[in-house]
């Protein structure tokens, strides 16, 4: 809450190219003037992982006070000032900036072309900002630019700006309403569509499995038998054809157990993870705050570890795997060491190019001690109540004491082959 001729602070945040949201650097990366010992802000884990670094402008903005025409600073263009801008403005560079959290955007120049039909490269010099307040709220924020001006090196910029206040009627709960495309979401979804297809699937799979129960229920019971001698089985065999050929090797515990085992249970708890975060964006509002999403995603996977490791332990005692302290580990460590190696990666190459993608050394230790401290151990007990709940296995086909040998593989058929196509 505010009080008139209150400090409104203008945060500057990032730049970067509109057409690689993901390519973003510091604002004063670009040589845009500014006062020396500009106050952060610090966000929490999910806006520092965001690549956010808000900077105080230091532009007097006063609450309900406006300003025909302020002077931010006096820009002397030289050689390299005029190069950076006119990439920047090659690429289509855009900027963000927040007042009281309601985020503002707009583009760093343009290119324009002359009677030559030769391109210009101009820099926008004035920023307009309209303000719109309830009481003592303020409520919306937008941002428009003038004068653009040509970049000549040796030349001289007044930087300037504008603020008008203006009183509304929205109330501060519904502030964010305006970046939310409801008649979207409103006109767009059919929900009765949605449902109607979702039950006939479901009324069209039962029906299908019910069909396939009572056409195979004899074979079932055939292969399931424990009284088999060696000659009623070559017997079998030999008048079996198709799928059927399969039917003693469907239940044979596959090579890799303990792998395939951890992949089964990172993908359940990924998918529990993803439900969850819908489920609170659709119930709370995370489009609030900054780096709010990705917050919730951290905190939630390492509070869903115990799915992944309950889901592993069960499909691995169910195998009759043996290595359980390999099982564990592995279900515990693969994906969070499969995401610190890619993470690793991108790290380095936005380090060198001096990207705020670049996640700080302290944010690493935060989220190595959330693994570390919560979500290992999680995956470890839940891997202990799944070897320990999961039942007896109960296959609906006996598995052979020697394995079916596999044909030869055509060249085109190897998964190198299927791989490239």
Not at 79 to 87: C, G, L, P, S, W
Not at 98 to 107: E, R, V
Not at 121 to 130: D, R
Not at 313 to 338: C, E, V
Request: charged fraction near 20%; aromatic fraction near 14%.
């Amino acid at each position: 809450m505010y009080q008139a001729d209150d400090l409104v602070t203008l945060w500057v945040n990032k730049v970067g190219p509109y057409n690689n949201p993901q390519e973003t650097y510091n604002y004063y990366s670009l040589p845009f003037c500014h006062a020396s010992g500009n106050t952060h802000k610090w966000g929490g884990l999910g806006e520092v992982l965001g690549g956010n670094e808000l900077i105080d402008s230091q532009i007097d903005l006063r609450f309900q006070k406006n300003v025909d025409k302020g002077s931010i600073c006096v820009l002397e263009l030289d050689e390299t000032k005029v190069k950076k801008f006119k990439d920047a403005i090659e690429n289509n560079y855009w900027f963000e900036f927040f007042i009281d959290d309601l985020p503002l955007w707009g583009f760093v120049g343009e290119l324009h072309t002359d009677r030559n039909s030769d391109n210009k490269h101009v820099l926008y010099t004035h920023k307009n900002i309209n303000i719109k307040h309830n009481k003592d709220r303020i409520i919306h924020v937008n941002l428009s630019q003038e004068s653009p001006k040509p970049l000549e090196a040796g030349r001289t910029l007044d930087m300037t700006y504008s603020v008008k206040w203006e009183p509304t009627n929205i109330s501060f709960a519904h502030r964010f309403d305006v970046y939310l495309d409801y008649p979207f979401f409103e006109h767009q979804i059919h929900w009765f569509s949605i449902f109607n297809s979702f039950m006939m699937v479901i009324f069209l799979t039962g029906l299908v499995s019910m069909i396939l129960m009572r056409t195979l229920r004899n074979d079932y019971a055939k292969y399931a038998r424990d009284d088999d001698d060696l000659e009623t089985l070559e017997r079998d065999v030999s008048e079996e054809s198709g799928w059927k050929l399969v039917h003693g090797d469907v239940f044979r515990p596959p090579h890799y157990l303990a792998l395939i085992s951890a992949l089964v249970g990172t993908g359940a708890q990924l998918a529990l993870l993803v439900l969850l975060v819908i489920l609170l964006a659709i119930v709370g509002t995370l489009y609030v705050g900054r780096g709010a999403i990705v917050t919730t995603f951290i905190v939630c996977y390492a509070l869903t570890s115990f799915i992944s490791g309950y889901v592993s332990g069960a499909m691995y005692s169910r195998n009759s795997g043996k290595s359980w302290i390999k099982s564990m580990i592995l279900t515990a460590s693969l994906f969070p060491f499969l995401c610190f190696g890619i993470g690793f990666i991108l790290n380095t190459i936005a380090i060198f190019y001096g990207s705020l993608a670049a996640i700080p050394f302290g944010t690493m230790v935060v989220v190595f001690v959330i693994w570390a401290f919560i979500s290992f151990p999680l995956a470890l007990l839940g891997t202990v109540f799944g070897r320990n709940w999961s039942g007896a296995p109960n296959n609906t086909c006996r598995v052979k004491t020697i394995p079916r040998p596999i044909p030869e593989e055509k060249w085109y058929l190897t998964p190198s082959v299927v791989s490239l196509m």
